[in-house]
């Protein structure tokens, strides 16, 4: 059964770093393009970085130049490196394949506070 867990979050202050960790149990996760979603409170879930299966990235504009994605295809493992974070961008954090063909997992809670 494919699945999909999430770790690494946490409570971080404003500006801090935190970075995100999911493996991922598919036997063709190095052909896939994968991504970050984020679903804050009473919000929408949305698409926050992916990955291809290449390594090319592409963000969310709200993102863009603080978030990274990585990949590692031996370990069937796709990263998140958050730097600067911001209040707005405390979410519970989950990852999928880009066309969301995968069963969420539980996701992994990121707090940005002071």
């Known amino acids: 059964q494919v699945r999909l867990t999430e770790s690494g979050g946490g409570l971080v202050q404003p500006g801090g770093s935190l970075r995100l960790s999911c493996v991922v149990t598919d036997k063709w996760f190095a052909a896939r393009t994968m991504a970050w979603y984020r679903q804050a409170p009473a919000k929408e879930r949305e698409l926050v970085a992916a990955i291809s299966r290449l390594g090319s990235t592409s963000y969310a504009d709200s993102v863009r130049d603080r978030f990274a994605i990585s990949r590692d295809n031996t370990r069937a493992t796709v990263s998140l490196q958050m730097n600067s974070l911001k209040p707005e961008d405390t979410a519970v954090y989950y990852c999928?394949?880009?066309?969301?063909?995968?069963?969420w997992g539980q996701g992994t809670q990121v707090t940005v506070s002071s």
């Open positions: 999928n394949t880009r066309d969301e063909e995968i069963t």
